[in-house]
């Protein structure tokens, strides 16, 4: 069975004040990797798809990061806009799977302060 | 905006009722997928529905189904609810052409409360 366990489950940041976030998988046939953000009330929102280990993708301050068992994402100098929840997801590549059937991380909820 | 309306944002009922929720897709995509959100839980896989044909199950219940109509929109019937189902049901749909990036445009959900 597809796992996806994400660390931590809260971070507390002050404005400027770079982290990261973690993301573990255990999957058979990792098909991609995803990041989503969500605030709160809303659906989520995609940020990311990493498809190979080694694999980065940027945007803003964010850069996701690959390897063979878990993923990164980077936050430099972060802003109180940035705070929401971040989930990380994955696809695996079983024959005859759904391309939007993905297996979510509990996320982790970041807060940055002014 | 993710294009992707659901309706309704908030709804209460009672164990044992029936409540259907509703999905308009953005324009143009043949997907839908349904996701729950629950605190313990988090976000789930339920089904997909592409262009009117059920693609893919997840780990919904026998009591729940969905369909898709042939104008795209989507329903998810609840049934015999229990207090276990509230939570937040999400629709997203995905782009039909070219290559899949694992973008999914979610709605703002379904919050289910049932007492």
């Known amino acids: 069975e597809d796992q996806v366990t994400q660390s931590p489950e809260a971070l507390r940041l002050q404005e400027g004040e770079s982290s990261s976030l973690n993301c573990s998988y255990t999957?058979?046939?990792?098909?991609?990797l995803f990041w989503y953000r969500q605030d709160p009330g809303k659906g989520p929102e995609f940020l990311f798809t990493?498809?190979?280990a080694g694999e980065e993708k940027e945007k803003e301050r964010l850069k996701a990061t690959l390897t063979k068992k878990e993923s990164f994402l980077h936050i430099t100098a972060p802003k109180p806009e940035d705070s929401a929840t971040y989930l990380c997801?994955?696809?695996?590549?079983?024959?005859?799977?759904?391309?939007?059937?993905?297996?979510f991380g509990q996320g982790t909820i970041l807060t940055v302060h002014p | 905006d993710s294009g992707v309306t659901q309706t309704p944002k908030h709804l209460i009922t009672a164990t044992g009722q029936r409540v259907t929720l509703r999905c308009s897709p953005r324009?143009?995509?043949?997907?839908v997928y349904w996701y729950q959100q629950s605190l313990d839980q988090g976000l789930q896989f339920l089904i997909q529905?592409?262009?009117?044909?059920?693609?893919a199950k997840g780990n919904i219940l026998e009591r729940f189904s969905a369909q898709q109509f042939p104008d795209l929109h989507s329903e998810l019937n609840l049934s015999s609810l229990e207090l276990g189902d509230s939570a937040l049901y999400f629709c997203?749909?995905?782009?039909?052409?070219?290559?899949?990036?694992?973008?999914?445009?979610f709605g703002e959900g379904s919050r289910l409360t049932v007492l």
């Open positions: 997203a749909s995905s782009p039909s052409r070219g290559r899949w990036t694992g973008e999914l445009f």
């Open positions: 999957v058979s046939g990792l098909r991609g």
């Open positions: 990493l498809y190979s």
């Open positions: 997801a994955v696809q695996a590549g079983a024959g005859g799977t759904s391309y939007g059937k993905l297996t």
């Open positions: 324009s143009g995509d043949l997907s």
């Open positions: 529905y592409y262009n009117g044909e059920e693609r």
